[in-house]
């Protein structure tokens, strides 16, 4: 299989230590640079340790970002960077003949508008909007064969819409009144100094924030509303909670038919699951749980995998649906690769397992 | 003011150590027994180090638990023992006439059937439900001055009743369709020996667990429907959270009149603020929280303070209610104390801060 | 008994807090201000929440730090400061008239040159050296009694000088060859906007820092050196432990006389619990542990305790002692408040029970 | 590369699921059976969720041990046993032609003398003491190449004997006097449910614990002895921290050669570099530490590294050495499939990076 040479720009936040582990040991990829403006002229090892150990780790070194050397270097580059800085080298690149993965929220959106409503200022390429393909790929798998700009999703996002998403195009549930509660280690907040991400403030800790109008709502509405045929609006309530990396999201659905402990609930729970095998039973990063398993996000940390479990309540009519995932692997980084697998046309699982 | 003796009967657990820690430094009362079958003989601070240098932890040891002897020694007796068991101490003790403070569920439900429904198994004293006060001294406090037996509330229970009762009975909030996400320390988990509970299944994890049926479901919609007048429903959904105390609990309720964010919602808001107000402005122990600040169980740890902030989301016509507490001492045995010094005439704070 | 007015200049970090809440909860002690230049303007309760439910916390407000204002409004100050910066606030303070307890390292010592070796700056107020006095109660009663300026130790220094200065004193250990190994939690680095304090940072880590030459140790070599009447030098070794509060020191000393597991080791452990007792056994602060037990720090955090336990090693012919304390309470602001309540004739407990 | 047939008895502990976790990824060793009598009969991924998306799990379910099938079935076989157990399968296992790694301390000592002293009951199988080898390939690869008996080091050890084992050898450091102050998270205690290992008990808790006498010291002072050519006998603290994984080590030695800040220090500093180089600078899976770096445990976490950092104290003439590793893998299980890789002759890094 013919290898390809990637970058990572903006390579020192949480989600570039994630990429950089996943590249560094891909069977296929060859990482060539990884860039920050703050590390330039630090070797990888320095910032972190951990690659010491790494044969490459003796060569690569952190530059500044430098689009020229950037599209010569390489063939694809993957972005984590904010949002609004993130488009400022995609376009660029994209125009140099780089494939680009983008790990910020500037292309996730179709719609400029709602763009500016959720991030507060005009999008900055709005005309690569249409170009661009949700990096979701259960959901995209042949739009990101073909695609040269990937619009990896946010974290929560994948956490919500990978349980959601079936049962919303099976007709399963209402659009209506969903509810997505979650809970999310602090790598999620980015590697920033800020009085409320120190340990002390965090350790012994639970706290929601974020409340009721979190930017992820934008990407998780507009595709919870293409899945559905029609607008949705859900309520979402993010919450910090005193672990390193993992989401666990916990989701309060409305089935469309009517069920109750005595009528109606066997056969919606065989419908429920068809459609959950259906979507999911041959997908290597979702994990239906069986029995009385519960999903846990120490079972999916530092994997690729997100386990989803759900229970009808037939006091409530509500069908609850709970996902695990690791918001570094599944909900950034790793997501990114497996984009990055599928239109580069290797196997899914390289180097995601 | 008349000092009582005061005994504790199960001290060994996580509520119990709180109960003694509250007891040992309380003005008025004075703690003359802690009873457990497997530390009996034990002193005090052998069990717990941490009391020690407290002057009473030299004459205090653990004994088996003795209705005779405590009968004689004491006023009030504290039970934080197992459901079921909590019942074959509180009617002996109650006949020898000892002021009863339980922190089981035995008593916490006027219905027997409820009961048995969730705790699987016949109730040990029915003939003592209509004579028990539900301990949640906000709505019970005329109740509590006069009772004999206290059955203080859970902690899941308190999280969500706190914010949610005053809202009901105002007719502010429709009784159906409440749902309530918790998550909770593992000291709710109680000190027993159990994998599940292990440091290291616990840390760096986050879980659901009891869905869709938890046992304080019971109590929490028996109250919700002396509030409301009418059969109340609610969906709820605890998780496990690596902190030691404290539960966040977030609430997702249906104003009773419609809202949006061009019409209504000033004017609910208000509503809602006047109601909180009139609620809790004068309570010690509720902490209405203002401008842009959300709950945090680090807060309220180690305090017998329940803080509650709400949120009106126009985009789906809902009301979010937060509320944070230690789950060992609001949710627990500071409530209980809360409830001994009301029904004893001392100052309600007493001891609590 | 009379009251005080008193003061904390720079209260918004973690030891700023501690003092805080005991402050405002002391029987004698008025507090009747706190300054912060970044918080000027904000009530109490914007920066600590936890505080809110204070009946004092409605009429505090940070303040701008002001030599003029504080000493007419107040008795004792006290100075939660960098070092350097609570020297420019002594000096005018004591020109004033107040009693300065000042939890900053500027007159810890009695040697400039020391002061300038370990700190890298000239003194810069070098004639108040003489008349400081080192807050360690337990050594230094008297001297408190009747000073103006107290230097309250540090959290390290506090865990190696109360084990180690009374078998010092008693020549039981060689003053030559002391080993101190510590592990701190987080908050002993103050509540700074760093990278390398952020939660992902510390959490699921431990790492040895400031080696060989961490500034602490000026401060526990001069009051060594007192003790045993002779210059010593010791190793010290600080770590970062994931917990928010709490010190456990592990010391290797020398017994001044030879012994084995044949010979002399039950008469040298009499001498060594003999010194221990006289020493502490009336300290209401020092525990000495007996038995099997060892220290935790989850037995301490929260009090003004200090944990003792040691351990003869005929293997070896060494000691082993063990302490463990709250590096924001015994080792920083409950001990400053202790010398406070002897300063001002108050017993010495009060408010840290 | 011939591909061999590897089992795991022991398998449902933490040093069990780390072997499974490696070995189901090993790209030379098919794993076919896993034991353990507790959970005889259930799925693989029922006892470890997260190894649910593995395809080798759908095969493997937990069975009893039963020597005769593993001797039929395997090659190769992991003992991950209590001490005592372990010998009794090694026994017959060995008889039937395995090769046995076994990851307890049976096989670890030459001195059946000793191990009764340390263990407390006579050595199940003192004949093959002479036959196994010590598993510490950066030590013995040679006779590790030859043996059928691997005794892999306990965690202790392992982070002790790398940073001293060279410096002794070479003569730079004083055989005595040796200090070893060791914290180790929780999951080095085993996956048993005990009240002194639940979350709520070692969470915001650090305490020593089996001094001065741990069982470790007799495998660390037996292979110290060996390098020096004459008995040693070290002073050995460890201490429990709260994080799931790892061990930091510091060390306190004694250069033989007399330095100080003005002399030797510098030439001294040289020799023990080009000791280390000489030692590690091929090894795979010891990493120096240059400049100001220092270990820390989160850098080591999830690899089969030992990070290893030094400092010369001209102050007090020690020499201070540093380590950090994974408890679980360098400490145990990756160790012992590192040894693995050498006797069956594959790359030692096989399945390791």
Redesign the interface.
């Known amino acids: 299989m013919k290898s390809k040479n990637v970058a990572i720009v903006g390579a020192s936040g949480?989600s570039g230590e994630v990429l950089v582990q996943l590249l560094l040991?891909h069977p296929h990829a060859e990482l060539v640079a990884v860039t920050s403006r703050q590390n330039a002229g630090q070797p990888l090892a320095q910032v972190f340790?951990?690659f010491?150990?790494?044969p490459k780790s003796k060569t690569l070194r952190f530059t500044d970002p430098n689009v020229d050397v950037l599209s010569k270097q390489t063939d694809v580059v993957f972005l984590a960077l904010p949002h609004g800085v993130a488009a400022e080298f995609a376009v660029p690149l994209l125009a140099a003949g780089c494939v680009v993965i983008d790990l910020s929220a500037d292309f996730r959106l179709k719609s400029a508008e709602v763009y500016k409503e959720f991030y507060a200022h005009d999008h900055p390429a709005p005309e690569l909007l249409k170009k661009s393909v949700y990096g979701l790929p259960e959901f995209y798998r042949e739009e990101i064969k073909k695609s040269l700009l990937i619009a990896s999703p946010g974290c929560y996002p994948t956490s919500i819409l990978l349980p959601t998403l079936p049962l919303l195009k099976a007709g399963l549930i209402k659009p209506a009144g969903i509810?997505a509660?979650s809970?999310s280690?602090?790598?999620g907040a980015g590697?920033?100094?800020?009085?409320d991400?120190?340990?002390?403030?965090?350790?012994?800790?639970?706290?929601?924030?974020g409340?009721?109008?979190h930017r992820h709502l934008s990407e998780i509405e507009e595709q919870l509303s293409f899945a559905a045929g029609t607008p949705v609006?859900?309520?979402f309530?993010p919450?910090l909670?005193?672990?390193?990396?993992?989401i666990?999201t916990?989701l309060?659905l409305a089935p469309s038919e009517h069920f109750s402990a005595a009528a109606g609930a066997a056969k919606l729970a065989e419908k429920i699951s068809a459609c959950y095998q259906a979507a999911y039973a041959n997908e290597?990063?979702v994990?239906l749980?069986e029995g009385k398993?519960?999903?846990?996000?120490?079972?999916?940390?530092?994997?690729n995998?997100c386990?989803i479990a759900w229970?009808?309540?037939p006091?409530?009519g509500?069908l609850?649906v709970?996902s695990?995932e690791d918001n570094l692997v599944k909900g950034a980084s790793g997501q990114a690769v497996q984009s990055m697998n599928i239109l580069c046309g290797w196997p899914e699982t390289s180097g995601l397992?």
Chains 1, 2, 3, 4 share one sequence.
Do not use: W
Not at 191 to 195: D, G, N, Y
Not at 241 to 246: A, D, E
Not at 293 to 303: E, I, M, R, S
């Open positions: 949480y040991n340790p951990k010491a150990s790494h509810i509660d809970m280690g602090v790598s590697r920033k100094a800020e009085l991400y120190l340990f002390v403030e965090c350790n012994e800790s639970v706290r929601p924030y409340v009721p109008k609006t859900i309520q309530t919450h909670i005193p672990v390193n990396r993992g666990l916990t309060y290597p990063f994990r749980l398993a519960l999903p846990d996000t120490k079972n999916v940390v530092g994997t995998v386990e229970r009808l309540d006091r409530t509500r609850i709970m695990a397992v």
